[in-house]
C-alpha cells in the first residue's frame, strides 16, 4: 500500500533529518489529502483509486459510523430471525408499510444486503489495512530504532544540561540506562537511540485480526448449525432425529444426517414461584428433571437436570429449556360410550400466570347419527383459576402454579379439517366447517374442575378433565464454532488492552563536546500526543542519567535553544 | 443453585432508608459544592492561576539542598506555546520531588474555590459530606444484597444504586491517590443525586430473589463489569462536555467577549483546568474503559449462550451494547486519526455515551426483549 510510512528500519544507518525522525509511532496509514489521489488513468487508476480510498482511515471511519447506524432498525423494528410472531403482528397492523419494510429487509436487518455490505466492505478494508501494517512491523523489529534527529530541541519534549563527564562515556552510560529499563537502544555516532513500547502495535494488530477469527467462527457457526424445537410432555422423550421436531432450522451443512446421535426422557418439571409481595408469581426456579442417553443405544439412560441457565451438553449439541406449561388430561366418549379420545394436549400460556390456551380434537369420534362427524374442543387452562369468571380478565389465572387448575372449554362439531393434508396449528381449531354447540340457547361451555366431567347437549357423549401434565419445550442446538469465537474474542480484548494502554515512545540521548570542554547532554523523547507521561519519564530518565553525567552549576536556567517548532 | 427464597424484609427496609439518607447526605455535599463555587469567584488569585501557588516553594527547597539533582523537562504543547516539568532528585534520600510549571495556553485553573479560603472550607465539607454519603450508600446497596442473599444488581432500581456508587466511589478514589480531581465534585455528586432520584422514583422494586434467568455467576461478572464501565464512561462524559464548554469559553476570549458559553460568568471556566487537560482526561478515560466495554459485552454474550443458546441474537440489548461499542470504536479511531482531534471526536465521544445511556434508560424501559429483568412496571 502506498500511503502508508515506509519501514522506520532502513534509513536507521544515518542522521535523519526532523521530519524523518518524528517519524510516526504507528504504522497507521497517513491520511491522504484528497487532490493526491483524483484519478486520472483509465480502469486501472480508478481501482487503485477505489482501493486507496476504502483501506483509508476516514472511509474505515465512516464505515464504523454507518455500522453502527445500520445496526439502529434492528433494535426498533420486529425481527423475523428472533420472533416471526411478533413480525407477523406487526404486518397485520401496519399494512401499508408492511410491504415498504419488507422490500428494504427492514425484517431481516442483520441478515440484509444492506447490513452485510456495510460489514463485507469494512473487513474488505481491515484487511487492506492490516496486511501491509503487518508487513511493516516486521519490519520495524527487524530493524534498530531510528538515529536522533539533528535538531532535539524541535521534539516534544526535551531537557539538556551541563557535565563534565566525556561525551562518549555519557553515551555508554546512556545506553546501558535505557537498556536496563527494557528500550531498544543502540548508539550512532554521538547519539542513543532508543524504544519501547512495542508491544501496543502487536496488540493493535492482535485485536485486528481477532475480529476475522470473530468473523470466520460466526460463518461458520451459520453454515454448519443448526436448531431445532421441541415440546416434552412429563413422561414422554426425544431421540435427536429430524422426525421429532416440532420446528427445525438447518444450514448448507446440517441436514437431516448431520444430527448428533443423543435422546433424553423428560421425567418431571418443576416450578417455584414467588409467593408474597408485589412480584407475586414471579418464576424463582424452573428445573426439569431427565434422563438422556448417547448414541443408539436408549437402555443407558443418566440422570440429568436442565435449567435456564445450565444447558445439557452432549454429543456435540445442547439442550436448552425455553419454555414450559401445562397439559390437560381428558377423556372423550360418544353416545355409546366408548373412548374416542384420551390423553394430555398441550396448552400454550397466554400470559404470566400461565393462562394457557388450547384445542382438543377429536378426529376418530366416529359416526352419530348416520353421517361421520368429529368433535373439537377449544379451551383455556387456568391453573389457579377465580371461583367465578371476572367481568373483565374472564378465567385468567392468578398465579402460575396449579394451585386451583379449571379447564373452561366449549365444544365444536363438523369437519376438522386434519384430513385436508395441509398443516394445521395445533393449539387452535379451524372453525371454517365446525359448528359450536349450543345449550338451553346459549354457546355450550362449561368449567371443570379435575375429576369433574360434562354431558355433551344433543346426545354427543361425554367429557371428563382428569388432571393435567406439565410440559417443557427445548431448543436443541448443534454450534460449530462458538469455541473459535471465544478464542478470539479473548485475544481482541487482550490486543486492545495492550493498544490503548501501552504507549510507544522514542528516547534520544545525544553528548556533544561544548567549546569550553564540557559537555552537553540533550536528552529528547517522542510519543503520541496522547501520551503525557512521556514528559514525566524522560525527566525519571535524565535523573537517572546524572547519576553517570552529574550537572554542572548552571549560569542561566534556560534551555540551551528556545524549541521553535511543536510536533505533536 | 442453592435458593434462598426467603427475603429478609429488616434488612430492605434498612437499605431504603440507607439509600434515602445518602441522597439528603450527597444533596448537602451538592450545596456545599455549589457555595464553593460561588464564593471561589471572589479574589484575584481565582484569576490568575499560572503562579500555582506552592509549587515553587518546593522547587526552591529542593535545590537548596547541595547534593540535589535537577532537570527541567521542556514539553512542547498543542496550541505553540511551551510548558516545563521541573523533577528533582535528593542524594542520597532517592526522594524525587516533581514539580509543574506550564506555560502559556495551557494553563489548569485552580478548583473551584480559586484561592478563597471560605470557598476551599465549603470544599473540603463538600468532600466530608460525599464520604458519609457513600458511605451510607455503600451500607444501602450492601444490605439489599444482603436481605436477599445475592449481588444486589438484578433489576434496574439495584443496577442504577450501583452505577451512582461506582461513579462516586472512583471520584473518591482519584482523590485519594492525589489526583487534581476536586473540580468534578459538583457533576460528580449531581450526577449521582440524578441517578439515585430515578431509581427511588420510577425504577424502584421490592427487594426480592432472581428469576431464573438471572441465575448465574454471570450475574455477577457481566453485571459487574457493565456497572465500571457505565461509571467510567460517565466520567468521561462530564470531561467531555467540560472540555466542550471550556472550548467553547476559549473561542468566546478570543473572540474579544468577556462571558463564558450562556453568559455564564467567566471565573468559572477559569477555574476548570485548560480544556487540553480536560480532553486528554476523558480520552483516557474512554480508552482504559473500552477493553472492559468489550469483555462485558463478550461476558453477556457467553451469558446468552448459556441461557438462550445463542451468543449472539441481536436481542435489542445486544444490538445498542454493540452500537455502544461500534461508536467507541468510531470515537478511538478518530483520535487516532489526524484530523479528528478536539470538537469533532468529541461529538462522536457524546453520541457514544447518548447510545451507553439509551441502551440502559430506553431499551430496558420502552423496547421488548429478551432483556426484560428491569422490573419496571
Ligand atoms: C471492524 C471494525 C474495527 C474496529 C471495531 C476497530 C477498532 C479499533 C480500536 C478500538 C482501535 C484502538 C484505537 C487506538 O489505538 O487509539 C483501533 C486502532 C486502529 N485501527 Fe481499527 N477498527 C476497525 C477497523 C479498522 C479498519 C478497517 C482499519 C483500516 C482501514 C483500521 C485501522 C486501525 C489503525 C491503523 C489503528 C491504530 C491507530 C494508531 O495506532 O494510532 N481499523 N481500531
Known amino acids: 500500500m502506498s500511503n502508508t510510512d515506509t519501514g522506520t528500519g532502513a534509513k536507521a544507518q544515518q542522521p535523519l533529518d526532523d521530519e524523518a525522525a518524528a517519524e510516526r509511532l504507528s504504522t497507521a496509514p497517513v491520511e491522504e489529502r484528497p487532490e493526491d489521489t483524483v484519478p486520472s488513468l483509465g480502469a486501472v487508476g480508478w481501482l487503485r483509486w477505489t482501493w486507496r480510498q476504502l483501506t483509508s482511515m476516514r472511509v474505515a471511519l465512516i464505515l464504523l459510523f454507518l455500522l453502527s ?23 397485520a397492523a401496519h399494512s401499508v408499510l408492511a410491504p415498504l419494510y419488507e422490500k428494504l429487509q427492514l425484517f431481516d436487518v442483520y441478515s440484509s444486503v444492506w447490513f452485510s455490505a456495510i460489514y463485507i466492505l469494512l473487513f474488505v478494508s481491515l484487511a487492506g489495512c492490516i496486511v501491509p501494517r503487518s508487513w511493516q512491523f516486521v519490519g520495524v523489529l527487524r530493524s534498530m530504532p531510528p538515529a536522533a534527529p539533528r535538531n532535539l530541541t524541535r521534539m516534544p519534549v526535551y531537557a539538556t544540561w551541563r557535565t563534565g563527564a566525556a561525551a562518549p562515556d555519557v553515551t555508554a552510560a546512556a545506553e546501558r540506562l535505557l537498556g536496563g529499563r527494557r528500550f531498544r537502544a543502540h548508539t550512532l555516532g554521538d547519539a542513543v537511540a532508543a524504544e519501547k513500547g512495542y508491544l501496543r502495535e502487536v496488540g493493535n494488530l492482535l485485536f485486528h485480526i481477532s475480529l476475522f477469527g470473530l468473523l470466520i467462527a ?17 413422561g414422554q422423550g426425544f431421540s435427536n432425529t ?3 421436531y416440532d420446528d427445525f432450522e438447518g444450514a448448507a451443512f446440517y441436514g437431516a444426517d448431520d444430527l448428533d446421535a443423543f435422546g433424553f426422557k423428560l421425567d418431571g418439571f418443576s416450578a417455584t414461584y414467588q409467593t408474597k409481595g408485589d412480584q407475586l408469581g414471579t418464576p424463582r426456579d424452573f428445573t426439569a428433571h431427565i434422563r438422556y442417553w448417547t448414541g443408539t443405544d436408549n437402555s443407558r439412560l443418566r440422570k440429568g437436570t436442565i435449567k435456564v441457565n445450565e444447558p445439557l451438553e452432549v454429543a456435540g449439541s445442547k439442550v436448552y429449556l425455553i419454555g414450559h406449561g401445562y397439559s390437560p388430561v381428558v377423556t372423550v366418549r360418544n353416545a355409546k360410550g366408548e373412548v374416542v379420545f384420551q390423553g394430555p394436549t398441550p396448552f400454550l400460556p397466554q400470559d404470566n400466570n400461565l393462562t394457557s390456551t388450547g384445542a382438543i380434537k377429536v378426529g376418530d369420534y366416529g359416526t352419530k347419527d348416520g353421517k361421520k362427524v368429529q368433535l373439537g374442543f377449544s379451551g383455556i387452562f387456568s391453573p389457579t383459576a377465580p371461583v367465578t369468571a371476572s367481568m373483565t380478565t374472564g378465567w385468567n389465572s392468578l398465579f402460575p402454579a396449579a394451585a386451583d387448575p379449571k379447564l373452561i372449554i366449549t365444544a365444536y362439531e363438523g369437519d376438522l379439517g386434519t384430513d385436508a393434508g395441509l398443516p394445521q396449528n395445533v393449539y387452535q381449531l379451524d372453525i371454517a366447517h365446525m359448528k359450536q354447540l349450543s345449550q338451553d340457547g346459549n354457546k355450550a361451555a362449561v368449567a371443570l374442575k379435575p375429576g369433574q366431567g360434562w354431558t355433551l347437549p344433543d346426545g354427543y357423549g361425554t367429557v371428563s378433565f382428569d388432571g393435567y401434565q406439565q410440559w417443557a419445550s427445548f431448543n436443541i442446538a448443534h454450534r460449530p464454532g462458538n469455541s ?12 486492545l488492552i495492550g493498544s490503548l494502554l501501552i504507549q510507544r515512545r522514542r528516547v534520544w540521548v545525544r553528548a556533544t563536546e561544548a567549546e569550553d570542554g564540557t559537555t552537553v547532554v540533550e536528552m529528547a523523547g517522542l510519543a503520541r500526543s496522547e501520551s503525557a507521561r512521556i514528559a514525566e519519564e524522560l525527566a525519571e530518565l535524565a535523573v537517572a542519567l546524572q547519576d553517570d553525567a552529574p550537572a554542572l552549576p548552571e549560569e542561566s536556567e534556560t534551555p540551551v535553544n528556545e524549541p521553535t517548532e511543536k510536533r505533536g | 443453585m442453592v435458593l434462598a427464597t426467603a427475603v429478609n424484609e429488616h434488612l430492605a427496609n434498612i437499605s431504603n432508608y440507607l439509600i434515602y439518607s445518602a441522597m439528603a447526605v450527597y444533596t448537602l455535599a451538592m450545596l456545599a459544592h455549589c457555595f464553593e463555587w460561588a464564593f471561589g469567584s471572589r479574589g484575584a488569585i481565582a484569576r490568575r492561576s499560572a503562579e500555582q501557588g506552592g509549587t515553587l516553594a518546593e522547587t526552591v527547597a529542593a535545590t537548596a539542598q547541595p547534593a540535589a539533582r535537577k532537570v527541567t523537562v521542556t514539553v512542547a504543547s498543542a496550541g505553540g506555546g511551551t ?6 532528585a535528593l542524594a542520597g534520600e532517592g526522594a524525587t520531588v516533581v514539580t509543574g510549571g506550564r506555560g502559556d495556553d495551557e494553563t489548569d485553573g485552580p478548583g473551584a474555590a480559586g484561592s478563597d479560603e471560605q470557598a476551599d472550607l465549603l470544599g473540603r465539607m463538600a468532600i466530608s459530606l460525599t464520604v458519609l454519603g457513600l458511605v451510607l450508600h455503600f451500607g444501602g446497596v450492601l444490605t439489599r444484597g444482603l436481605s436477599v442473599t445475592r449481588w444486589p444488581w438484578g433489576n434496574m432500581y439495584e443496577f442504577s444504586c450501583a452505577l451512582a456508587f461506582t461513579a462516586v466511589a472512583a471520584y473518591l478514589v482519584l482523590l485519594a491517590t492525589g489526583k487534581k480531581v476536586r473540580w468534578l465534585g459538583l457533576p460528580v455528586v449531581v450526577s449521582a443525586l440524578l441517578t439515585l432520584g430515578l431509581a427511588v422514583t420510577v425504577l424502584y422494586t421490592d427487594s426480592e430473589q432472581l428469576v431464573p434467568a438471572l441465575h448465574s455467576p454471570f450475574l455477577a461478572i457481566h453485571v459487574t463489569a457493565a456497572i465500571i464501565c457505565g461509571g467510567a464512561f460517565h466520567a468521561a462524559f462530564v470531561a467531555t462536555a467540560l472540555y466542550l464548554l471550556k472550548d467553547g469559553y476559549d473561542r468566546r476570549i478570543a473572540a474579544g467577549r468577556t462571558t463564558g458559553p450562556l453568559g455564564t460568568d467567566a471565573s468559572i471556566w477559569q477555574r476548570l483546568p485548560s480544556a487540553g487537560s480536560l480532553d486528554k482526561l476523558a480520552y483516557r478515560i474512554n480508552a482504559v474503559i473500552f477493553p472492559l466495554w468489550t469483555f462485558t459485552i463478550i461476558a453477556g454474550a457467553i451469558w446468552a449462550e448459556k441461557a438462550w443458546g445463542r451468543y449472539w441474537e441481536w436481542d435489542p440489548k445486544e444490538t445498542w451494547s454493540f452500537i455502544t461499542w461500534v461508536a467507541y470504536a468510531a470515537y478511538l479511531h478518530a483520535r487516532a486519526t489526524a484530523g479528528w482531534k478536539g470538537r469533532k471526536a468529541a461529538y462522536l465521544a457524546l453520541l457514544a455515551f447518548a447510545c451507553f445511556v439509551f441502551n440502559y434508560y430506553g431499551v430496558n424501559i420502552f423496547v421488548t ?9
Open chain 1, 484 to 495: 473459535v469465537a471465544l478464542g478470539s474474542a479473548a485475544l481482541a480484548v487482550l490486543g
Open chain 1, 69 to 91: 447506524l445500520a445496526a439502529v432498525p434492528g433494535s426498533l423494528i420486529p425481527q423475523t430471525s428472533s420472533n416471526a410472531l411478533r413480525v407477523q403482528q406487526w404486518k
Open chain 2, 83 to 88: 510548558a516545563t516539568l521541573t523533577r528533582t
Open chain 1, 218 to 234: 460466526m460463518a461458520w457457526g451459520s453454515v454448519a448449525g443448526g436448531q431445532g424445537g421441541k415440546l416434552v410432555l412429563e
Open chain 1, 242 to 244: 429430524m422426525t421429532q
Open chain 2, 369 to 377: 426483549g429478551k432483556h426484560s429483568y428491569a422490573g419496571v412496571g
